[in-house]
Structures are given as C-alpha cells and as structure tokens.
C-alpha cells in the first residue's frame, strides 16, 4: 500500500462513522500550495460553506497559502460563514491526514471562531 492508499483508507473510516452519526461535517483537504475546507450537510449532497486559499479575499491576507498561517485564515473564514449558515456543531473530517501542522491551525482557528466539534 502506497501513503496515498494509506491516507483515502483512513479517510473512509472516518466517514462512515461520520455518517452514522448523521452529522454536518467539516471537511478538510490540503495541498502543497493551498488548503480547502467545506461543510458539508448530512446527507453529504450539499456544501452548505466553503473556503480556502485559492479564493481571491483569502489570498490578499496571506503571503503563502500553503502554511499553517494561511490554514488559520481559513479557519477563520470557514467558522465565519458557517455561523451566517446557522452552524454551530460540526464532525471534523481530516481526510486521513494527520492532526498537526496545517489541520491543526485550521481546527484550532474554527473553534477559536465558534464552531464546535
């Protein structure tokens, strides 16, 4: 099994204990240059929020997108806009990657921001 293998199969676990749950989720998806996040409803049919670094406001804050600063500004953003949605209550989904660094600044910064989880 390859890193990438590794990595989508932990990601499925955590997904269908998410589903499960029948909990909104946020999930998280980060590249070397960027980093994503969504939520997601229940149903996982519909994005009910979205941010990241390649939007155009986000990427007049930062320098790089591809840092952990850059994944606090996220955060941030994503906190905000699920509050004007009405969220408040959210399953992190990582993805499979591990929790420090980059996934860490964004979920410390949306529960900094009022997003629970």
Do not use: P, W
């Amino acid at each position: 099994m390859t890193t990438i293998d590794n990595r989508l199969r932990r990601a499925r676990k955590t997904r269908a204990k998410i589903a499960k749950q029948n909990a909104t989720r946020l999930s998280v998806h980060r590249t070397n240059l960027h980093i994503y996040a969504q939520i997601i409803a229940e149903t996982g049919d519909k994005v009910l929020a979205s941010a990241s670094t390649a939007q155009a406001d986000v990427r007049k804050k930062i320098k790089n997108g591809g840092n952990v600063e850059a994944a606090a500004v996220v955060g941030k953003l994503i906190a905000e806009k699920a509050k004007k949605a009405g969220i408040t209550n959210v399953a992190f989904d990582r993805s499979g990657y591990k929790y420090h660094g980059r996934i860490k600044a964004l979920a410390d910064a949306a529960r900094e921001n009022g997003l629970s989880f």
